[in-house]
């Protein structure tokens, strides 16, 4: 058997909360141009070229392996019988072969669980569209990955010329480990149990206490007491800075001023917020990275603001059609990255926040501006607890596998989220992405349209990702609470113009002015 890297908790919850109606992966829709001069065949090209990298990111390559029992979180292990032909496929795109018929067939494969036997990946590459354009559907489970890492594999992927780049062949395999027996497993998954809370401590120093060096019962259970040990004192020395972020939280949560913020960020029921079906829909469009960016200067805030207020606008437009608008501010659960510059490991580390996003205000200045006082109340209030997120993504307990999955089973089958009380209201997510030009098996990329996750009480996801000069949005939703999000989508384009002309002044404007 291959070396096995256990799953973090957060990683591992991934997998829990799958159920059939929510499946737990994320994705893409890339758009490709083929040069007019291409004679090759594309599907065989891009495969050939992903099998070459595959070294790169090992992540592709590894297949979950359950613990004994389905006592512990399960493990990363190297699938032996990896098979690409099992993960790349030559899709179908029916006539008019265009970009509005490949989001529909999107959202139905978006719907469809990943093989558990297999590494959690599938690329669908559909050739023969219009404009010589090629479409390539990606989805990864989120066990596997989030939006930093994913940029990550990102750049393994693509190329920064039409001429693949040279990658060095693999370096020479380890010799796979014999299995261990169920005894020394169940030990391992106990010992995890102590020290997966406390890796991510830090200790004052390093400590190193004797070791057995045998793999006997009685050697395995020494071991264990030290470990156990150790990770005491590691602990110890994480206490005081944990310490102080209940402190920090409990003076924001007592101070007056902040007690206003957490009551604007309960959420207000709204038709989004139910449980979905086994269905998703899609769709994807464009804006202007650089315009969005002015609008953000002259608002004097961030370009997230802006997606806020975007996606607010266009929320609001909805749900006043269905005649459906609360008069309270609808809420968006926002993920933020406590990845590392540089690091590019592939796993989660992502952190969350819920804002208001001001729907009940009908001017999109006037949106804006309290989107950007309410997001930035949001992160003050959350700021504190992101020193818990590397404990708490760590923590192991004996048995969580199977009573989560339970759980989770529970609370589809139920429909709670029918009538308990929205967490929020609707998903945002701002992935930033690549500025120059990227290639891919020697066609040009578009543009590449997030494909996220939709749960229970949550049916709506409106994720971005920057890439070059502009923001390519992805609506994902369930189908039977929105079954086509092309609708949304379509609003988004003039809920940007109405922003902009809220904040920038139009050319002609600024030239009178300044003569």
């Known amino acids: 058997m ?61 297949r979950l392996e359950k613990a004994p029992l389905d006592i512990d979180h399960p493990s990363w292990v190297e699938d032996d019988q990896f098979d690409i032909d099992r993960h790349i496929f030559r899709g179908s795109l029916p006539a008019p072969h265009d970009r509005a018929t490949l989001e529909r067939l999107v959202g139905w494969i978006h719907a469809k ?24 559907y990606s989805k990864m489970h989120h066990a596997c990955i989030d939006g930093g890492a994913g940029a990550a594999l990102t750049s393994m992927i693509y190329d920064i010329s039409p001429i693949p780049r040279k990658v060095d062949p693999p370096t020479a395999r380890k010799v796979a480990q014999e299995p261990r027996d169920i005894a020394a497993n169940l030990i391992d998954s106990y010992q995890q149990l102590w020290t997966q809370p406390f890796d991510a401590a830090a200790a004052p120093r390093t400590i190193e206490l004797p070791r057995s060096g045998k793999s006997d019962l009685g050697s395995i259970l020494f071991d264990n007491a030290m470990f156990q040990i150790e990770n005491a004192i590691k602990f110890a020395s994480s206490v005081p800075a944990m310490l102080k972020s209940v402190s920090e939280v409990v003076t924001k949560v007592s101070d007056p001023k902040s007690r206003e913020s957490l009551a604007s960020m309960v959420s207000p029921p709204t038709i989004l917020n139910k449980a979905i079906s086994s269905e998703r829909s899609f769709a994807g469009t464009s804006v202007s990275l650089s315009r969005a960016k002015a609008v953000a200067k002259a608002a004097g805030g961030k370009l997230n603001d802006v997606v806020l207020a975007l996606a607010s606008g266009v929320v609001r437009r909805h749900l006043i059609s269905q005649g459906a608008l609360p008069n309270k501010s609808l ?10 510059e540089g690091n590019t490991e592939s796993n989660n580390q992502v952190f969350g926040m819920i ?6 205000i009908e001017d999109p200045k006037a949106r804006l501006e309290a989107i950007i006082a309410q997001s930035t109340k949001a992160k003050e209030m959350s700021h504190p607890l992101r020193a818990f997120m590397p404990q708490v993504s760590n923590v192991s307990m004996l048995g969580a596998p199977i009573l989560v999955q339970i759980l989770a089973l529970l609370y589809s089958r139920s429909d709670l989220s029918n009538v308990l009380p929205p967490a929020a209201n609707i998903t945002v997510s701002n992935v930033p992405g690549p500025r120059q030009t990227l290639y891919a098996a020697g066609a040009e990329l578009l543009h590449i349209f997030p494909v996220s996750i939709a749960t229970h009480g949550l049916a709506l996801n409106i994720t971005v990702q920057s890439y070059r ?17 092309q609708v ?28």
């Not at 949304?488 to 139009?506: G, H, K, N, Q």
Request: glycine residues 4%.
């Open 488 to 515: 949304l989508c379509d609003m988004l384009p003039a809920e940007f113009e109405a922003l902009e002309a809220a904040f920038v002044p139009p050319p002609a404007e600024t030239k009178s002015a300044a003569e």
């Open 2 to 62: 291959a070396d096995a890297k256990k799953l973090s908790s957060l990683d591992a919850s991934f997998l829990y909360l799958e159920t059939p109606e929510m499946p737990m992966h994320v994705g893409s829709m890339a758009i490709f141009r083929l040069p007019d001069d291409y004679k090759g065949d594309f599907f065989e090209d891009f495969k050939a070229m992903i099998a070459s990298r595959l070294h790169i990111a090992p992540i592709l390559k590894s």
């Open 469 to 485: 000069d502009q923001l390519d949005f992805g609506f994902v939703a369930g189908a039977n609470i929105i079954p086509h999000v």
């Open 355 to 360: 804002c208001s996003i001001a729907t009940n």
């Open 331 to 340: 809420t968006a659960a926002v993920p933020i990255s406590l990845r590392e």
């Open 113 to 136: 669980l990943l093989n558990r036997a297999r590494p959690l990946w599938e690329f669908y590459v559909f050739e023969g569209m219009q404009n010589n354009e090629i479409g390539l």
